[in-house]
Structure formats: C-alpha cells, structure tokens
C-alpha cells in the first residue's frame, strides 16, 4: 500500500511539476510577445518620426528653392528694367545729337544763305538774288 500512495504522490508530483513547467513557458512566451510587440510598436513610432522629419526637411527644400526662384526672377527684372533704362538713355542721346547736328546744319545752312551761296544737300545751286 505504501508504494501505492508512492507511485500516486510521484504521479502528482510530477503531473504539479508539468503544469508548473507549462504556466512558467506560457508566462515566458507571453512576455516574449508583449516584448516583441512593445518592439514592433517602437518601430512604427520611429519610422512614422523619420518620414515626419523627412517630409519636413523636403517641404523646407521647396520653400528655399522657391525663393531662390523668386530672387531670381526679380534680378532678372531688375537686369531687364536696367537694360531698358539704359536702352531709353541711349536713344535720349541718340536724338539730342540728332538735333544738335541738325541745328548745327540749320545754322550753317543760315551762315551760307547770309553770304549769299547756298549749296542744298541735293546739290542744287541756289544763288541768293542779292548776289545776281
């Protein structure tokens, strides 16, 4: 009878070391999973943080380039209105001495007729009837 009640106590025995056993991985695997998912979330944060600074840093990259867009377009027209300004001078004194050799003309024309001969551009001979 007493190896009877031995056998059933080791029976027991081991029946309580095997459930043991088992609660002790299903504890360690559990805790295997929330670290594995703790990990997995810890991941997502981070690329989700990485693609934030990225999209941040290519949305900076445009402002800058559309400045500098900017800019350039501006110096640009500056350079334009600049070179119209110039051009406008140009053709100012262009004119002014248009005028003044005209005027010069006029007055030699004038000089020539107070003399008496005047010799047109056409080459015509015109004499002046006090001359005649």
Known sequence: ??????KSLERKTLIYTKT???????EEEEQQQQ?????????????????????????????????????QQQKEEEEEQQQQQQQ???????EEEEEEEEEEEEEEEEEEISKGVFFPKNSEI??????V
């Open 1 to 6: 009878m007493s190896r009877q009640v031995s």
């Open 20 to 26: 043991e056993e088992k609660e002790e991985e299903e």
């Open 35 to 71: 670290q594995r998912q703790q990990k997995q979330e810890e991941e997502e944060q981070q690329q989700q943080k990485d693609e934030e600074e990225e999209e941040e840093q290519q949305q900076q990259q445009q402002e800058e380039k559309g400045q500098q867009q900017q800019q």
């Open 88 to 94: 406008q001078k140009e053709e100012e004194e262009e």
């Open 126 to 131: 015109v004499y002046n009837a006090a001359t």
